[in-house]
Structure formats: structure tokens, C-alpha cells
């Protein structure tokens, strides 16, 4: 259900259109874990929302077409809900649902993913904000000159909508790597990301698409990757499902950035960097400029407003104090 209330809440999804006050949705598995639910009414301050509610969908990694259809309508047809926010499900809304927004940007069509809705007047938008957002959350951590230097490569763990947006980003980057390997459990979800990039025009040899069907196979493409490489873990396994794509024999390569795409949940894949950080002079991350970046994005898309990174700098500065 929705709320009236003037703070951060969560509700199942779909939810009846009931709220006789603006507010902000959240499409997630166990969204009342967020952070985002504290930080959010900050946030609204400091941007000077129209409202502090942000309200949660959770919807089963499972869910079914008319799941989404009934959450994106309910978006669609209560005039008091802004928009929303788009993590797990995002490649599953757009597949289930893209039929029902009005305009659809290049990103959304080009990935087969949704992460913003937002709404202009009666237009109903969707969009895909992971390209622009997982590479300011890159730029946060990793030198502009870094592949050039040192001819590092990256391994990115899972073609899903977070692995699709970094590949993406790294073939379009000035220093890209020379070499990026995608890895994903099953043949079909890389023939979907190989076709991404097919259309995109993303240059021709430039990705290895690797079917992992063990964390075996997934340690020994990380253990070969050459020292300084990025290893990135996409795959969602440590938040929304417990576990690691590696095992813990893995060995990392020196100097490896080893980048987990969460913050929260039981993050198997940052411990294991963290046990080799010292032996293999590892600069381990985790997701939490990547969840700042995702979310102040979809903020700014949904409430039309623009960032400057002084302002985003403001907004990380208020969630570290609920982290």
C-alpha cells in the first residue's frame, strides 16, 4: 500500500492508488534494507523536493510479466507518484513492460533495461541511467590514465543490467581497457549483451563474452587477468542472494582493483578481496558511490533537476551520516 506519511516507508507492489500526497517509488526485492530510505528525506531538503516520501515496491526476483505491468500502470495512473527508481528488476520491467511508456531513451532500448521512471505530465518516461551513473562512480576511484599506464584489463562478473552498463562505459571511455571479459552463468544472456554491442557499434574484439558455469572457471579468468585489473562483481550474489561468483581460492591479481557493485548484504566477493588486500596490494570498493551516483541520477531525472558535482559532493556528505 502507499503512505501519507512525510518520511521514508516501503510498501509491496503493486499497491492501490490511495496517497493524497506526493511521493517517490523504489522497485527492489527488500527495499526496507535500503539506506535510501533514510537518506532520501535528507536529500529531499537539500534539493528542495516536493516531498520527503519515498515508497517502496518489492517485487520476488521471480515476479512475472503482469507483476511489472500492474507496478509500471499504478506509476503511470496515481498522479501523486513522481516516479521511481528501478534496481534489481530493471532488465525484467523493460522486457515486461516497455509497451507502456510513452518515450523510451537510447540507453533503455540499446540495453533492454529501465532504472528511471519518470513521469512529464501525462508522458510516462523510461530510462536507463546505469552507463552514465557506473562510470562517475569509475572515475571516482580509478586514474584517467590508468589502462594506458598500465595496460590492465577488466573482468566484469555478470551481463546483467550492472556488467551490460560498465561494459558499456569502459568501451566508450578515452582510456579504455584493452581487453574486457564479461562472464555470465548461461550462453543467452551474453548473446543478448554481444547483440548491445553489436548495435551500439562497440569495436570488434575489443569484448570477451565467457560462460562461467563454476566459480572455478570464474577464478581462473580473474587469476589470469594481468596486475592492476579491474575485477567487478555484477552479478547481484551478496545482496540480493548470498554468496560470490568466486571462490574463496581465488587468487587476484596484483594490484587488482577488485570493485563490488554492492554496499549492503552479505558481500561474500568484498570479504574475499579484503582477506588478499595487504598480500596482493589490492584497492578494494565497494557500491556505495555507485549507489550515491544511481540514486541521485534518478532523483534529478524523476524531479527535473540538474546536478552539479558540488551538489552530489553535498548529498554524499549527508548519507554517510546514516550509513
Given at each position: 500500500m502507499t503512505t501519507t506519511a512525510d518520511a521514508a516507508t516501503t510498501a509491496p507492489a503493486p499497491a492501490p492508488a490511495t496517497a493524497s500526497a506526493d511521493y517517490m517509488g523504489f522497485v527492489g526485492v527488500t527495499t526496507a534494507s535500503s539506506s535510501i530510505m533514510k537518506v532520501f528525506p535528507l536529500w529531499a531538503d537539500i534539493l528542495g523536493l516536493p516531498t520527503r516520501t519515498l515508497v517502496g515496491h518489492d517485487l520476488p526476483m521471480d515476479a512475472d510479466p503482469a507483476q511489472y505491468r500492474a507496478m509500471v500502470e499504478q506509476i503511470r495512473d496515481d498522479p501523486h507518484h513522481r516516479g521511481a527508481l528501478v534496481t534489481t528488476h530493471k532488465m525484467n520491467v523493460y522486457a515486461a513492460a516497455s509497451d507502456l511508456f510513452d518515450e523510451l531513451d537510447p540507453f533503455a532500448v540499446s540495453c533492454s533495461e529501465i532504472s528511471s521512471i519518470s513521469k512529464r505530465g501525462r508522458v510516462l518516461s523510461g530510462r536507463a541511467k546505469d552507463p552514465i551513473t557506473v562510470d562517475l562512480a569509475l572515475n571516482d576511484f580509478l586514474p584517467t590514465d590508468h589502462f594506458a599506464r598500465t595496460g590492465a584489463a577488466v573482468v566484469i562478473l555478470g551481463a546483467g543490467g550492472s556488467g551490460t552498463a560498465l561494459s558499456w562505459a569502459l568501451a566508450e571511455r578515452e582510456d579504455a581497457p584493452a581487453k574486457i571479459t564479461v562472464t555470465a552463468r548461461t550462453q543467452d544472456k551474453l548473446d543478448h549483451l554481444r547483440e548491445v554491442h553489436r548495435q551500439h557499434g562497440t569495436r570488434e574484439g575489443l569484448i570477451e563474452y565467457v560462460v562461467t558455469a563454476s566459480p572455478t572457471e570464474a577464478d581462473a579468468l580473474v587469476a589470469a587477468a594481468p596486475a592492476g585489473s579491474v575485477i567487478a562483481n555484477a552479478t547481484g550474489l551478496g545482496k540480493d542472494r548470498p554468496g560470490s561468483p568466486l571462490t574463496d581460492a581465488v587468487v587476484f591479481p596484483e594490484g587488482a582493483y577488485a570493485w563490488e557493485f554492492n554496499y549492503r548484504g552479505s558481500l561474500e566477493f568484498l570479504h574475499q578481496a579484503e582477506a588478499q588486500s595487504s598480500a596482493r596490494g589490492l584497492h578494494v570498493?565497494?557500491?556505495?558511490?555507485?549507489?550515491?551516483?544511481?540514486?541521485?541520477?534518478?532523483?534529478?531525472?524523476?524531479?527535473?533537476?540538474?546536478?552539479?558535482?558540488?551538489?552530489?559532493?553535498?548529498?554524499?556528505?549527508?548519507?554517510?551520516?546514516?550509513?
Open positions: 570498493v565497494d557500491g556505495w558511490r555507485y549507489f550515491i551516483h544511481g540514486w541521485s541520477q534518478v532523483v534529478a531525472d524523476v524531479f527535473e533537476l540538474d546536478l552539479t558535482p558540488e551538489v552530489v559532493e553535498r548529498l554524499a556528505e549527508a548519507a554517510e551520516s546514516v550509513r
